[in-house]
């Protein structure tokens, strides 16, 4: 007869911590992609992509602009790092009143939108998350 034990407590904690990291990376990514992917002229609408934890945020940076989207990506990261499985949700909103115009084919840059082009993504990205952790 085999005789094995695992500490519960210790799996339990550990999974959760993998879940976390896979959700954070998987979520940068996909943020990121959405905020490069979106059309510049004076870099506003990049600049306007807000993360969040728990709750979307809703309102707009009124005078900020972000042409190479460094700033909203380093920005969207550092709220992103700070994600627990208890906080249940992850958000990135732009609330500009042309956003979804964009989405939809307004602008010669991103005819095909942006967030509908990667959420076709979202389940290879995470799967490609978790392969990263089973190594």
């Known amino acids: 007869m085999a005789k094995w034990s695992i500490d519960l407590k210790k ?3 550990k999974t959760q911590v993998d879940i976390e990291d ?5 979520s ?3 943020f990121s992609r959405v905020i490069l992917m979106s059309p510049v002229d004076t870099g506003r609408f990049r600049a306007n992509w807000i993360s969040s934890v728990g709750q ?7 005078d900020a602009t972000d042409k190479s989207g460094s700033i909203t990506i380093s920005t969207m990261t550092g709220v992103v790092e700070k994600f627990q499985i208890s906080d249940k949700s992850l958000h990135l909103v732009n609330s500009l009143p042309y956003a979804v115009r964009l989405e939809y084919g307004w602008s010669k840059q991103a005819p095909a939108g942006m967030v509908r082009l990667v959420a076709r993504d979202f389940k290879n990205t995470v799967e490609r998350a978790i392969r990263k952790r089973r190594k």
């Not at 979307?56 to 009124?62: A, D, E, L």
Request: proline content about 6%; glycine content about 6%.
């Open 22 to 26: 896979v959700l954070k990376e998987s």
């Open 28 to 30: 940068i990514f996909i």
């Open 56 to 62: 979307p945020m809703s309102g707009v940076i009124s």
């Open 11 to 13: 799996w339990a904690k």
